[in-house]
């Protein structure tokens, strides 16, 4: 949804006046609350991406799991954070 937003200088108005407008109508526009609210939005993540993630997480896991039974990581980093290939 475009909205645009026209202001010109009328009369004796300086350049202040005329960005005053402006920042009036984009005020009563609502366009700066739009804008705010979806500044930092990010888009659902499709399903297909979310099966990847979803994989990726398990695979993790096992390996993680297998590491630990052949005697390659220590039982005791279970839940602490672990830097791969160190």
Not at 36 to 51: A, G, H, N, V
């Amino acid at each position: 949804m475009a909205t645009n937003i026209e202001v010109g200088k009328t009369g004796n108005d300086n350049t202040g006046a005329v960005l005053r407008k402006f920042t009036q109508r984009m005020r009563s526009a609502g366009i700066v609350q739009k804008m705010r609210k979806i500044r930092y939005r990010s888009r659902p993540l499709s399903k297909s991406t979310r099966r990847k993630e979803a994989l990726r997480k398990i695979n993790r896991r096992e390996e993680f799991e297998r590491l630990i039974k052949e005697g390659k990581l220590s039982d005791s980093v279970r839940g602490k954070r672990v830097k791969w290939g160190k």
